[in-house]
């Protein structure tokens, strides 16, 4: 499976094995947690639309990244109100 990955889709097999970096990463949309998989789908398929198959991959791997950085900044917050919160 993976020599089919690295083969036919290079571009998904080298951002599944790149290393993580979150000191690089900044929210979507200048720094809101308004991401949403609805409009993900749209932005998904007006890629397809636009430039087929190899097009909608590469939009797929920023929206999956793009969730990513959201949920992890809502687990950050999450922790931070926790620890603020006792009394």
């Known amino acids: 499976m993976h020599h ?6 290079p571009v998904l097999s080298l951002q599944i094995h790149r290393p993580l970096d979150p000191a690089n990463e900044s929210p ?4 809101d947690m308004s991401w949403n998989w609805p409009a993900a789908e749209a932005r998904l398929k007006e890629a397809f639309d636009q430039g087929g198959l190899s097009r909608w ?3 797929a791997l920023r ?21 603020t919160a006792k009394t």
Do not use: C, Q, S, Y
């Open 63 to 83: 929206e999956v990244e793009a969730e990513a950085r959201v949920e992890r900044l809502k687990r950050e917050a999450f922790h931070e109100n926790r620890g």
């Open 57 to 59: 991959i590469e939009t």
């Open 28 to 31: 979507p949309d200048g720094g």
């Open 4 to 9: 089919t990955l690295a083969t036919r889709i």
